[in-house]
């Protein structure tokens, strides 16, 4: 019976790959099971197998309760003060154990344990797909093999292990079948009951930055640094590269030999298209070239609004915008920018209205005549800051302009640019919520100040709130909503049984 023991465990833990103790731990709880089932009482019950000889031990068990507590199981529990006169030193939640008669580890036993054993091992195989995929998180998993098909979804096996590739994550129209071998990011790793634990991802622009880098030498080496990406996938992608050696042209050297590196890629991710941008320190040029293969003219660019108007000729504008926006799109995220494309006239239209809008703008808070504010507009001044706060030359240099008119044009400025500032304060003090709120029992500040954005500023507007609208702020669950509206109705219910 002992060698029977020690050879499932043995046998098991070879199988299935799981540490001893898991098999020990599992055949323990079935002869625990089996020993229950014995007693007509509902008693609780230990074992403890030697590892080495395959010899147990049975004990009865009664867990120690505090003494006001209900002795719900009379036959598997105990109060305090009754287990202490048994063992003096046992503590509420430790256990009184007697020597219990072993049932013999027969083929009912060995059936329940084979149960407990195959349940145990699953988990410890789930928890030891989650902790070596866990540090893999970003990678791209190569050689994979689809398996099956589930509600558009795609199961994959990664060597003995199952991921999931949901069909939001895959190339649209890419027309995957069992039996393909596909690349892609595992993007998460999740601890589930059932199912796969490990998701991919084929759609995001992380995927076609790691293939360059195994397609590239030089990329994988990182001589060559992809700085950025950005995807409509299975249509086409644009990447940023730079050379940290002079020497290496970085887009030729993704492209590669008649084309060859950039057709592997393509190849991998559907047929995609593929353009290569050469990264550059110059914003404006970097912009420029991530909305090839279209041609600009000129650009402008706002720094303080992170947004850039390029202006391109009429034959290139459908090329430089693209396909319902893709090429403009796609260059906005390769950049980090807000791209805009315009015509000269466009481009001059804006700039006209713009101009106007500027003009009014010092006429009112200045209370200046057209004539000035068009002065001011007409030497690139577009903001109040800036008349406050240029050097006090660039104002003087202005022909139009003599000292007495420049120091009048910056007090008004530093006055118009004060009256705001307090107008902010005021606008900000109006969003803070009222004591009752911070201090009402359950409530944070954090969360207080989240309601006062949102026009809930006191404990009787909340109390007049309903879940849908409280759970139509960003982060607030139906769980948190009801307790926050209960909460402050509380004293609505205090006066009705009053």
Sequence with gaps: MQQEILMMAEVLSQEKNVPKDVIFEAIEAALATATRKRHKDDIGARVKIDQKTGDYDSFRQWEVIEDDAELEFPDRQYHLKDALEIDPEVEVEGFIEEPLEAVAFGR??????????????????????????????????????????????????????????????????????????????????????RGPQLFLNRSGPELIIELFKLEVPEAGEGLIEILSAARDPGLRAKIAVHSKDSKIDPVGACVGIRGSRVQSVSNEIAGERVDIIKWSEDQAQFMISALAPAEAESIVVDEELNMVDIIVDESQLSQAIGRGGQNVRLASELTGWQVNILTEEEAASKSESEADASVKLFMKLLDVGEDVAGILVQEGFSSLEEVAYVP?????????????????????????????????????????????????????????????????????????????????????????SRELIMTARAPWFEKDQG
């Excluded at 195959?118 to 689809?146: C, F, L, N, S, W």
């Excluded at 500032?421 to 009222?434: M, N, Y």
């Excluded at 409530?443 to 879940?467: C, F, N, P």
């Design 108 to 193: 009912i036993a060995a059936q329940a344990a084979k149960q407990v054993i195959m349940q145990k091992v699953r988990e410890a195989e789930r928890e030891q797909i989650v902790k070596e995929y866990t540090d893999r998180k970003g990678e791209m998993v190569t050689g994979v093999v689809v398996k099956r098909m589930e509600r558009g979804d795609v199961i994959v096996d990664l060597g003995g292990v199952e991921a999931k590739l949901e069909k939001s994550k895959m190339i649209p129209r890419e027309g995957l079948r069992p039996g393909d071998r596909i690349r892609a990011i595992l993007e998460d790793v999740r601890a589930e009951p």
């Design 392 to 480: 006090i030359q660039e104002l003087l240099d202005i022909d139009e302009f003599d000292e007495e008119l420049v120091e009048e044009l910056r007090q008004r400025s530093e006055d118009a640019l004060l009256v705001s500032a307090i107008a902010e304060e005021e606008k900000v003090e109006d969003l803070l919520p009222e004591q009752d709120l911070l201090e009402m029992e359950g409530m944070d500040e954090e969360t207080a100040k989240l309601l006062a954005s949102k026009g809930i500023r006191t404990r009787e507007e909340l109390a007049e709130q309903s879940v849908d609208e409280l759970m139509e702020i960003e982060g607030m669950s139906d769980e948190r």
